[in-house]
């Protein structure tokens, strides 16, 4: 009997323990009836949560039914719609290609007519967007675009309006093609800003502004007018003055026939200051040695004549020496050592046009130095430039000429500028080398000839 109670009160205990382990560990029963008050407490309470649970679930059923039975609602209503649509799709489908029949129909020939108006202002379109007269008359560009959208929809039919406009602006472009034209438009200038400027424009070759008189070029993408870059140079802006402010019916001006696009060009054609700039480093030194060959030269040449016409003047006055020149000096030593024999006057004289030589003779190598360096430097910049091209084929490969213009530009103009200092240098040291040969052999001649006199005066040999 008390095994049977223990091996219950062991049963009711794991029961309780398996079912609320959170209960057993927070409230322990003290007693074995309260214990078994507990698990009754706990077997009620699951079953009132199950009830609740199972009501929940019937209700959302029924709620699932509702739902489901409003969506095949709402299905079938758009099917009936949409079946209701295609009908009248397919209606007015047939209906629209009964009119557009009708209406291809009652056109005829006028069709073929209104695509030659299409393609009249397409072209026209393309003419105008190229053509300076739409700085004067900028409305027609608008109507041309609204024109052409019109005529390319099939439902839409040109007016008599319409198409007496489009006939009017290709009589006016072929009218005011060999018409000069003075007007107000707005210029965009050289600095990049904006100014209402009075133009004049010469037919559909030449538009200029009157003041200041400048050339200026019709920029189709933009529609508008802008300055050159760079005006020409001469007397081109002198005569371009003249005509602008002229009031006579026919005057002088430079007319570039292409439209502007031949003088575009011509101003962008670097100019003598850009070659330089190309030349880069190399270029810059070649440049200065050329300036300086120059002035070395001109000194040699100045003084070398100075020298000339004193020893040319000494030469009429043997008798009395001057010390202010070369043949003066040599005199001087031979009027000095008079009382030596022959053999010691020659050296004497010889010592004295030795003497000489060094002052005649200055920068003359150096000269010399200067035209066989150039050309060398004009190499070292060919190099260097064929170098940058290269190495702009590696970077960015051979599409774009532009990313090699660079080097190769280098490379020729510091060529051409070794040349060019080169050559004139060859020519100013033979000049120069030649005068002073002259005065040496003129001193040598006078030494020989004193000598000489010496001699047959009774000097010792």
């Known amino acids: 009997?008390?095994?049977?109670?223990?091996?219950?009160?062991?049963?009711?205990?794991?029961?309780?323990?398996?079912?609320?382990?959170?209960?057993?560990?927070?409230?322990?029963?003290?007693t074995l009836d309260q214990l078994l008050e507990q698990v009754r407490t706990k077997t009620l309470a699951d079953q009132g949560q199950l009830q609740q649970r199972e009501a929940e679930f019937a209700n959302a059923v029924s709620e699932q039914a509702n739902l489901l039975a409003q969506a095949k609602a709402r299905r079938d209503a758009l099917e009936k719609r949409g079946s209701e649509l295609e009908g009248r799709f397919d209606t007015n489908k047939r209906e629209i290609d009964t009119r557009q029949q009708t209406l291809d129909d009652k056109l005829g020939a006028l069709k073929e007519l209104f695509g030659i108006f299409q393609q009249t202002s397409g072209d026209l379109q393309g003419i105008f967007f190229d053509s300076p007269t739409s700085a004067q008359y900028p409305d027609r560009t608008e109507f041309l675009e609204a024109f052409a959208k019109k005529m390319s929809r099939a439902s839409e039919i040109s007016t008599i309006d319409e198409i007496?406009?489009?006939?009017?602006?290709?009589?006016?472009?072929?009218?005011?093609?060999?018409?000069?034209?003075?007007?107000?438009?707005?210029?965009?200038?050289?600095?990049?800003?904006?100014?209402?400027?009075?133009?004049?424009?010469?037919?559909?070759?030449?538009?200029?502004?009157?003041?200041?008189?400048k050339y200026l070029s019709w920029r189709g993408e933009t529609q508008s007018l802008a300055e050159l870059k760079r005006q020409p140079g001469g007397d081109t802006l002198n005569r371009l003055d003249d005509y602008a402010s002229s009031s006579d019916p026919v005057a002088r001006l430079d007319l570039d026939p292409t439209g502007g696009?031949?003088?575009?060009?011509?101003?962008?054609?670097?100019?003598?200051?850009?070659?330089?700039?190309?030349?880069?480093?190399?270029?810059?030194?070649?440049?200065a040695l050329g300036a300086v060959a120059l002035l070395v030269a001109l000194?040699?040449?100045?003084?070398?004549?100075?020298?000339?016409?004193?020893?040319?003047?000494?030469?009429?006055?043997?008798d009395s020496p001057q010390t202010g020149n070369p043949l003066g000096r040599v005199l001087m030593a031979y009027h000095e050592n008079k009382g030596v024999n022959a053999e010691t006057l020659e050296m004497k004289l010889g010592e004295a046009v030795l003497k000489e030589l060094p002052s005649l003779n200055r920068f003359l190598t150096f000269l010399k130095i200067i035209a066989?360096?150039?050309?060398?430097?004009?190499?070292?910049?060919?190099?260097?430039?064929?170098?940058?091209?290269?190495?702009?084929?590696?970077?960015?490969?051979?599409?774009?000429?532009?990313?090699?213009?660079?080097?190769?530009?280098?490379?020729?103009?510091?060529?051409?500028?070794?040349?060019?200092?080169?050559?004139?240098?060859?020519f100013l040291h033979s000049i120069c080398s030649t005068r002073a040969k002259a005065v040496v052999h003129?001193?040598?001649?006078?030494?020989?000839?004193?000598?000489?006199?010496?001699?047959?005066?009774?000097?010792?040999a």
């Open 1 to 30: 009997m008390i095994r049977t109670a223990s091996i219950m009160r062991s049963l009711l205990l794991a029961g309780l323990l398996a079912a609320t382990p959170a209960m057993a560990q927070d409230d322990s029963a003290a």
């Open 164 to 213: 007496e406009r489009l006939w009017f602006e290709l009589q006016r472009e072929m009218t005011e093609t060999g018409k000069i034209a003075r007007f107000n438009a707005p210029v965009l200038l050289a600095d990049g800003s904006q100014a209402n400027r009075e133009v004049i424009r010469v037919g559909v070759f030449d538009v200029v502004s009157a003041d200041p008189a």
């Open 442 to 460: 003129m001193l040598q001649e006078q030494s020989a000839g004193l000598i000489a006199q010496y001699m047959e005066k009774g000097g010792r």
């Open 299 to 318: 000194e040699r040449l100045i003084a070398l004549s100075i020298i000339g016409a004193k020893v040319a003047t000494q030469r009429r006055n043997i």
């Open 372 to 426: 066989v360096a150039a050309p060398l430097l004009g190499l070292l910049g060919t190099v260097t430039g064929m170098i940058n091209t290269f190495q702009a084929i590696t970077l960015f490969g051979t599409g774009d000429p532009k990313t090699m213009a660079g080097g190769i530009s280098q490379a020729l103009v510091t060529t051409v500028q070794g040349l060019c200092v080169a050559i004139p240098t060859v």
């Open 261 to 287: 696009s031949l003088l575009e060009r011509l101003v962008e054609a670097p100019g003598l200051g850009d070659r330089i700039e190309q030349g880069g480093l190399v270029g810059y030194v070649i440049l």
